[in-house]
Each structure stands twice: as structure tokens, then as C-alpha cells.
């Protein structure tokens, strides 16, 4: 394959990262914005690099005109969870879906790598729509924890380095690593209740500072000047303890809902 063919056979995997990539941060912001607890932390994408599909082919024995079957990883997708619990409910949410199909799942968080890899694997088959029709591709679905992935990236790195030649040192090291990181996600799991509660909370109420502010700027647009001075000084006084918030962006939506009638207090 020439230049021009390695970039026409790339377009639909770059086309389903970007898809798959919005998809997964839109699940995120939709379930936030319904004031719910999203399972997912944060989403990265890449298409595999030439030279690296390359050697994984000769690896793998897959020959060049068997990539598309042959290499399932070309377009890939991450997804970092918080805890171990929401690798599975987002595992859930991804077998459910309509829009991709899950070919198989590689569990190496119950069944680790001998290097101490920890991930969820799903390998899905996903229909791009490109100019001259319907394609299916396959694509890898990583979902780990902060944790995992913050071990892995960093094995990753290492092993660039040593160009897989790790000094056994750096592997035992890296191995105790991998269970230390592990024991972490253990006992965050463990007060995941708690955290996800204060999460929640502090949401809730910058959600509601945001409301109330916006709300005062709306006064001064329908010309309650005095009134959204007033309610602006209400706000400095409590906005550092956050007590009697909530009152006070009832009494806001009120004085609102009276300036968009047109009434007098
Ligand atoms: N950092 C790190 N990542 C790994 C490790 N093992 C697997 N991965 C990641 O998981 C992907 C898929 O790995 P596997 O499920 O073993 O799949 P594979 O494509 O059959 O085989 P390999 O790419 O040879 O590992 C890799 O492309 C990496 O991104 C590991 O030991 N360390
Ligand atoms: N599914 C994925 N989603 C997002 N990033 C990924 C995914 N898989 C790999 N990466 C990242 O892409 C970069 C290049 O990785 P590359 O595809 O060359 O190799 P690899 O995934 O580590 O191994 P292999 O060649 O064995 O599949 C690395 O930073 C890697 O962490």
C-alpha cells in the first residue's frame, strides 16, 4: 500500500474513534446534566500508528490483506472509570446498545496479564457510514480505573523504553505496583457510598450557584436593578458557608417568574 492507500484505508477507523469518542462523552455529560451518577470519568481515542499495526502484523502472522479481520485493536477507545463496580455497569450499558455490536470481552481484570495488566476489554463491530456506503470495522472498548490506567500508562511508557527488555528489578517492581494499585481500587471501592454522596452534593451545589447566578443577571436584563442588588448581596453573605442557599434560589425563581410577568413585588 502506497501513501494515498494507507490514508484511505485509515478514513473509516478515524471516523469511528471521533463517533465512538462523542458518544461515550455525551453518555458522560447527559447523565450529569440529569444530576445522575455517571459511570465514566473521562474518554481518549487513537488510531493504532502504521508502523505499530505493521509489527503487530508480522507478530500476529496476519497478512496484509487480512488487517481489517486480522487487527482488532486499529481503532480504539478508553474509557476511565472512578471504581471497579463501574467497569461493569458501563459493560452493561455497552451490550445493550443499539449502535455497535459486542463481538467478545476479555476480562483481564479477574484474569490479570503475567506483567499486571488490569482492564476490561470489549471488542465491538461498529458501522461507519461513509460516502460510498455502510462499512463495519472493529474497534477495541479499554475500560479501567484511574488506577489501572495510571499503572499501565506507566508500564506502557517503560516498556517503550526498554523496548520490552524490562530489567527483572523493574518488572518485580512494576508487579508489586500492579497490586498495589489494585488494593487502592479495592478500598475505594469500599467507601464508594461515601464519595459518590459528596459528589453528588457538590454538584447539586454548583449546579445551584450557577442557577443563582444566571438568575440575578436575568433581574438586571427585565430592570430589577434594586432587587438584583439585593439578592447579589443575600449571596455574598452566604455563598462561602452555602447556608440557606436553597431558599434563597426559591426566592430568586420567584422574583423572576414575577419580573417575567411584568408584576410589582
Ligand atoms: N500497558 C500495558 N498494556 C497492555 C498490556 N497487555 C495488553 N495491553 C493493552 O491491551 C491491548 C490488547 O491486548 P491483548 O488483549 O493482549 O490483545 P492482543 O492484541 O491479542 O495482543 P497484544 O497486543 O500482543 O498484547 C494492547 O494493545 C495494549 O493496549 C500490558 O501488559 N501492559
Ligand atoms: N483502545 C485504546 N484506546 C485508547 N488508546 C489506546 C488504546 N490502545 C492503545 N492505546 C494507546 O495508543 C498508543 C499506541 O499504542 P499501540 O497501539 O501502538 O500499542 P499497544 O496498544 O500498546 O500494543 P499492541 O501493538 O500490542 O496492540 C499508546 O499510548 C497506547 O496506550
Not at 170 to 187: H, K, N
Request: aromatic share 10%; glycine share 4%; charged share 30%.
Amino acid at each position: 500500500m502506497d501513501g494515498r492507500d494507507w490514508k484511505r484505508f485509515l478514513l473509516p477507523y478515524e471516523q469511528a474513534v471521533e463517533e465512538l469518542k462523542v458518544k461515550f462523552k455525551t453518555l458522560r455529560g447527559e447523565l450529569k446534566s440529569r444530576e445522575e451518577y455517571a459511570p465514566i470519568e473521562f474518554v481518549t481515542g487513537r488510531v493504532k500508528k502504521i508502523s505499530s499495526m505493521l509489527e503487530k502484523a508480522k507478530r500476529l502472522s496476519v497478512p496484509m490483506d487480512q488487517l481489517e479481520s486480522g487487527i482488532e485493536d486499529i481503532a480504539g477507545i478508553r474509557i476511565m472509570c472512578q471504581f471497579v463496580e463501574d467497569i461493569n455497569t458501563l459493560a452493561e450499558q455497552i451490550r445493550e446498545r443499539q449502535d455497535m455490536t459486542v463481538l467478545y470481552e476479555k476480562d483481564y481484570i479477574n484474569n490479570k496479564k503475567p506483567s499486571g495488566y488490569r482492564s476490561y476489554h470489549i471488542i465491538i463491530e461498529y458501522p461507519v457510514q461513509t460516502g460510498l456506503g455502510m462499512k463495519r470495522i472493529l474497534a477495541e472498548i479499554q475500560i479501567r480505573t484511574l488506577a489501572m490506567n495510571f499503572w499501565a500508562t506507566i508500564e506502557h511508557s517503560l516498556n517503550y523504553k526498554y523496548k520490552e527488555q524490562l530489567p527483572d528489578d523493574v518488572r518485580a517492581r512494576l508487579s508489586r505496583a500492579a497490586e498495589a494499585a489494585f488494593i487502592l481500587d479495592q478500598e475505594m471501592s469500599n467507601i464508594r457510598g461515601e464519595i459518590v454522596a459528596s459528589q453528588l452534593m457538590f454538584e447539586d451545589n454548583s449546579n445551584l450557584v450557577n442557577r443563582v447566578l444566571s438568575n440575578i443577571q436575568a433581574l438586571y436584563f427585565y430592570h430589577r436593578v434594586r432587587e438584583a442588588a439585593q439578592f447579589q448581596l443575600r449571596f455574598n453573605e452566604i455563598w462561602e458557608t452555602e447556608v440557606g442557599l436553597s431558599e434563597l434560589a426559591a426566592d430568586l425563581e420567584a422574583a423572576l417568574s414575577r419580573a417575567k410577568k411584568g408584576d410589582t413585588n
